[in-house]
């Protein structure tokens, strides 16, 4: 899903709460009609891509991740240059949140390492307060 999608599904979720008064239910409407509204978008994007396939007889590549798994998200911010400055693997887990794609750290490093051998992604090691971590960026 582009940026420009989900700016117009987050407008659509805040004119349905907008006649609510402010506040924590109101908050909370929100996230979950959000939610509901982006998860009808990726099911119906998957449906249609499965069709497409189905179609035209294809079968894809081993390297070509699907846009619903945690790889094809990753390359969706990839995608959207969210990797053009070094990132660390919370700011990555952050940034998934943001598009409402919720992973454990575990799941998105595996994900990240994977991505690292097959050259879609490179890390470099850095301080990270008094720790060393990964950062991960373009290639």
Known sequence: MDAKKLIELRQEAEKAVADMPDGDLKLKAFEVILVHLVSNVDSSVAA??????VQSG??????????ASVTGRILVLKAENF???????????????AHAWHYSNATIATALIKLVQKSKLRRIRVQIGKTKGWKY???
Do not use: W
Not at 91 to 97: H, N
């Open 137 to 139: 960026s373009n290639p």
């Open 48 to 53: 249609s891509a499965k069709a497409e396939k």
């Open 83 to 97: 990797f053009k400055v070094p990132k660390a693997l919370g700011e990555i887990r952050e940034e998934l949140k």
């Open 58 to 67: 294809g079968a894809k590549s081993k390297d070509e991740a699907p846009s």
